[in-house]
């Protein structure tokens, strides 16, 4: 009988935990990320893309965060 490590389970949640602040192409405000979609040609072929977030680099109470158009827009809408 194979016998599994106990904790295989516990470390693989605490690997996705540790992994979500690092994640690229994802706004650290709102948590947009980039989404999927399909260039249509005139003879409507269909090929998958990405659409990406605008995403740009500001700090934000002294710590850079990478931050979407939209969020950047909103906080200086709203005074921050």
Do not use: E
């Not at 516990?10 to 948590?31: A, E, H, P, R």
């Amino acid at each position: 009988m194979l016998k599994l490590y106990p904790y295989a389970n516990l470390y693989f949640v605490i690997n996705q935990l540790l992994t979500l602040n690092f994640m690229s192409q994802v706004c650290q405000v709102c948590g947009r990320g980039s989404g999927s979609g399909h260039t249509v040609s005139h003879s409507n072929v269909k090929t998958l893309r990405k659409f990406r977030v605008n995403l740009q680099s500001k700090k934000i109470d002294g710590a850079k965060t990478k931050v979407c158009a939209n969020c950047i827009k909103t906080m200086s809408k709203r005074g921050r």
